[in-house]
């Protein structure tokens, strides 16, 4: 036998006290925002120029897509960029905290600092970047690497958000899914291009308030040449800042003595790494009490006299600093660091 009668009641059932029972809520329930995504998406500009100013996006993931002809300048930070089927636009991108990734796009100029880079399918690019990773190329052609040189008032604040840091910067170290026999896919541009021929100052009044400069020395990004047949042959100098309150100081002003007293040397690579004190033992045999203090930065330098250089560097900072002595160190100094910089971006 079964039961047969019903309970309308319960839709008005009334907990204890009269009041009607409240819906559960869950964590989730909590952290979910309402999203424009309009605030977060540029589409389909034509012969424009738009933009987003500081503030605006906050580490949201943003999107670029069926541009033409037109200028776009993000000056904020973001979590993910994706840039697709834009064709003859040149692109400003603040740091990126995750991936930048441009497919189908033809003729444009992208100037960005990132995590991470990569292209699919795309042709005719220029590119300056600051990238913490090896920059990626997949079935695209005519895809030109420069190094990332521009500064405006907030971008500092906005690399620390998005754990972009301007002393890792591989841009010059590509890789290619999809190399072709007999040739290349990318080159990088001569130092003698600089961002501000590619990249015009923003006009619009949406973006026109912005303080911007792409000058090398203003830039905080250092402006390197990265690896050469020509650098690994010529005289070189490594040059460790070692950890303290006043790190990045001693290390600008290095490549200041070196920009305005050495015009000729390069800047080959720098990099920020913890170095193990073992490590420090191994690849040194030296500086093992400083590197156990916390991260160092590193900088190559190359060309003649370059270990004069870092003689110079030496005598106005002290023990803030070591500086490889003789080129058959500097060598292996270079070796053994950047060494150990590329096994930890593996990581």
Request: some cysteine.
């Amino acid at each position: 036998m079964g039961c047969s009668f019903s309970i309308p009641f319960l839709k008005n059932y009334q907990t204890q006290g009269g009041k009607d029972e409240e819906p559960k809520q869950y964590s989730w329930d909590k952290l979910r925002v309402e999203v424009d995504v309009s605030a977060f998406t540029i589409d389909k500009l034509v012969d424009g120029e738009d933009g987003r100013l500081p503030g605006s996006i906050n580490g949201q993931q943003f999107q670029i897509k069926n541009c033409n002809n037109s200028h776009i300048y993000i000056f904020d930070w973001s979590n993910t960029i994706t840039i697709d089927d834009c064709t003859n636009c040149k692109i400003f991108l603040g740091p990126v905290k995750g991936s930048v990734f441009i497919r189908d796009c033809t003729d444009c100029v992208l100037v960005a600092a990132c995590g991470q880079f990569r292209t699919r399918d795309c042709r005719n690019l220029d590119t300056f970047l600051c990238v913490n990773t090896q920059p990626i190329i997949e079935s695209s052609t005519r895809v030109r690497f420069g190094c990332f040189q521009y500064w405006y008032p907030d971008l500092e604040e906005q690399m620390k958000k998005a754990e972009v840091t301007p002393w890792n910067n591989n841009w010059w170290n590509v890789h290619d899914f999809s190399p072709v026999e007999g040739g290349k896919n990318w080159s990088k541009l001569g130092q003698m291009f600089k961002v501000h021929d590619f990249l015009p100052l923003p006009e619009d009044p949406s973006v026109k308030g912005v303080d911007v400069s792409s000058v090398a020395s203003k830039s905080l990004v250092p402006l390197t040449v990265g690896v050469t047949r020509e650098s690994n042959a010529e005289e070189s100098c490594l040059v460790l800042v070692f950890y303290s309150d006043k790190q990045e100081e001693v290390a600008r002003e290095a490549l200041t003595l070196v920009r305005d007293e050495y015009p000729g040397m390069n800047i080959v690579r720098t990099s920020r790494i913890i170095v193990r004190q073992a490590d420090a033992e191994r690849v040194f045999g030296r500086w093992t009490k400083q590197v156990n203090a916390g991260e160092v930065l590193a900088i190559q330098l190359s060309g003649p006299a370059s270990l004069e250089a870092g003689a110079k560097i030496s005598v106005k900072h002290g023990e803030a600093v070591g500086i490889s002595k003789g080129e058959a160190q500097a060598e292996k100094d270079i070796q053994g660091l950047f060494g150990l910089a590329e096994m930890h971006m593996g990581f």
